[in-house]
């Protein structure tokens, strides 16, 4: 009976043992270091990654209207709310600010959230923040981000804690979420088309268009043989709908990201108003890279 | 055997169209605003069209449409947004609870898109560039209410 005992405690403790160990809050690996370590960045370069990365749809203050100012979207105080069934998330304070943002962090305490959803603490932050599509983010393009982050202002909004339910709570087991959604790759294979190939970076990436456009499990990882198919909106009611939408042409896309226009002549709304609002800021090459994609995504033979 | 249950298969999908038909809007009220809506993108339509150059800049018509959007922009919808007409009471519309909760706002953005209007009217028969110029405003106006009081899809 001892023996029994002494036997369960032990295997409790290697299982304890190896939670932790699984869900250990990852460091940059270094492959990224020695990226970082050669690159030489470039802050007006790190406006369009700001731009491509939608920072500004979560982080700038709630209820921006639609012909607000690039100057606007760049105040990071966050605030903005989410409604989901895990609990409400709260878009915190990303700004420059010392003690209210991030101006006391380093690059590297920078890019390890970005691209591994860990905080300078060493905790996981939740999977709303989108690392699991920033994890394919280009280091030079991390880099170059920083850089443009260092010229926003900082803005004094406290940010306001999640309120979310038991156990999701307890961040660690965010390590085991991470093992099991953490893409290791990109969906649409590779192929020779350049411009296909950047539009794969700016959707599955940077874009991190799946986070909305793609469902998800019970876990809340995405399903990713359903990739772009369409989903429930994740804050609140309705669906988000199949990319590309039926019948669009690159054109109706480009026009739609561009101007908020639907080939109706419909007018975004939603949380895509402020999807528009990022990626018109774009160069339009890049519009026109996203539209090749989804176009490609879409015709290509397994879907 | 296969021709009748593809028959039979045809004859049930069908009949699941008109019950999907038959659960249309009905209400009045809902159904004017949303032709409204829709006589504003048909005619949004030819000013987004020529400003994007998918249709060939044309004064004449350009001002046609920019003055029935003014026009339609000053339509009384005092009796089309009912109480109870919302996404949580009633099917097939995309208005959201929070814009019966918000009404004084809802008007100040009714009035905005009615100025857009107005300025597209005096701009969109001068010539392409000042039709351009006019139509992110105009484009702002509408999606200042569809961002927060219309759901996804």
Request: hydrophobic residues 45%; aromatic residues 8%; contains cysteine.
């Amino acid at each position: 009976m001892r023996k029994l005992a002494g036997l369960c405690l032990g295997l409790g403790l290697a299982g304890l043992a190896a939670f932790w160990l699984l869900t250990r809050p990852a460091s940059l690996s270094p492959q990224t270091l020695a990226a970082f370590a050669v690159y030489s960045a470039d802050a007006q370069r790190g406006e369009a990654v700001f731009w491509a990365a939608g920072c500004a749809g979560c982080h700038a203050a709630p209820g921006l209207e639609m012909d607000a100012s690039a100057e606007d979207r760049m105040r990071l105080g966050g605030g903005t709310r989410f409604e989901t069934p895990f609990g409400t998330f709260r878009a915190p304070n990303v700004s420059m600010h010392p003690t209210q943002g991030i101006g006391g962090w380093s690059f590297q305490e920078f890019a390890r959230a970005v691209m591994l959803g860990v905080s300078p603490e060493g905790l996981h932050y939740y999977p709303a923040f989108p690392y699991a599509s920033y994890v394919l983010a280009r280091p030079g393009d991390i880099a170059d981000l920083w850089a443009f982050w260092q010229t926003l202002p900082a803005v004094d909004t406290p940010s306001e804690p999640h309120d979310l339910g038991f156990p999701f709570t307890l961040r660690r087991g965010l390590g085991l979420w991470k093992l099991l959604n953490l893409p290791s790759g990109f969906v649409l294979a590779d192929s020779d088309d350049q411009q296909v190939m950047r539009g794969r970076y700016l959707v599955e990436g940077l874009g991190h268009c799946a986070e909305c456009h793609t469902s998800r499990d019970g876990f809340g990882g995405l399903r990713r043989e359903n990739w772009l198919s369409g989903a429930a909106n994740p804050s609140g009611r309705g669906r988000i709908p199949t990319l590309p939408p039926q019948g669009w042409s690159g054109l109706d896309i480009t026009a739609y990201l561009q101007s908020g226009f639907t080939p109706e002549f419909d007018v975004v709304g939603g949380a895509m108003a402020d999807v528009v609002a990022s990626i018109s800021r774009l160069p339009s090459e890049d519009r026109n890279a996203i539209a090749a994609y989804l176009l490609a995504f879409r015709s290509s033979p397994s879907r | 055997m296969f021709r009748r249950i593809a028959l039979i298969a045809t004859v049930a999908v069908g009949s699941v169209v008109a019950v999907a038909q038959a659960q249309e809007q009905t209400d009045p009220n809902v159904v004017a605003r949303q032709s409204l809506m829709r006589l504003n993108a048909y005619n949004i339509g030819v000013l987004g069209s020529m400003a994007q150059g998918r249709m060939e800049y044309d004064a004449a018509r350009a001002s046609a449409a920019a003055t029935s959007l003014y026009h339609l922009s000053l339509v009384d919808q005092s009796r089309m947004w009912p109480p109870g007409s919302d996404t949580s009471s009633i099917e097939n519309t995309r208005a959201l609870p929070a814009l019966w909760d918000n009404m004084d706002d809802v008007m100040m953005r009714g009035m905005a898109l009615r100025t857009a209007a107005e300025d597209m009217m005096n701009a969109a028969g001068t010539d392409l560039a000042s039709l351009q110029g006019a139509i992110g405003a105009l484009g702002a106006s509408c999606g200042g209410c569809h961002r927060a009081y219309r759901q996804p899809d």
